[in-house]
């Protein structure tokens, strides 16, 4: 049935300096015959602060494409912020180290709470990674997090499951 998912993949550093990526994305795209807005592109901090200049034009080129640029684990690396606000990026990936004490810790509410606002406030989503209860993913709704993904929702299934999932959709509680 046709559902409107996106697709995420992991850019690992190696892939993001190769030189290619634009054109291996661009063939990925044309086999799977997936339109560029439905793929999420997800970066780590780590990999952009080596060559900044470098990777502003990469990303640049894959806006240009017309796909999604996220930041993957954010808050583990050692970004600046004035470099965020300059990256063409659209989404914020809270990492799975500040979501696990939700709710308990007051750090990481905290922590969330200035992730998802700073987020909102230069115009991207937040996603929060490794939500496994419903206190953790209630908690991050109350915190306006825009999205979530973990083993609450699905651990990871083969493509036949995955299909069996997507025809009978779990009701969120």
């Known amino acids: 049935a046709g559902h409107a998912i996106k697709v995420a993949i992991n850019v690992s550093k190696p892939q993001f300096l ?10 990925a795209l044309f086999d ?3 339109p560029p807005e439905r793929l999420i592109v997800e970066l780590t901090e780590s990999m952009l602060m080596d ?3 470098q990777g502003m034009a990469l990303m640049q080129r894959l806006k240009t494409m017309g796909l999604t640029l996220s930041i993957d684990d954010f808050g583990t690396g050692y970004s600046s912020l004035s470099y965020l606000k300059n990256f063409p990026l ?3 990936k809270i990492d799975r180290s500040f979501v696990i004490d939700l709710p308990g810790s007051k750090a990481d509410l905290a922590i969330v709470r200035s992730v998802v606002d700073l987020g909102h406030n230069l115009g991207m ?3 929060a990674e490794g939500v496994e209860t ?3 993913r209630d908690s991050l709704r109350r915190l306006d997090c825009d999205h979530y993904q973990g083993f609450l929702f699905s651990r990871p299934v083969p493509m036949a499951d995955f299909q069996r999932l997507l025809a009978n959709p779990p009701q969120p509680g």
């Open 134 to 136: 419903e206190a953790q």
């Open 90 to 92: 659209d989404e914020l």
């Open 18 to 27: 190769a030189g290619d990526l634009v054109e291996v994305l661009r063939c």
């Open 32 to 34: 799977a015959n997936l």
């Open 125 to 127: 989503s937040v996603i």
């Open 51 to 53: 060559d900044v200049a």
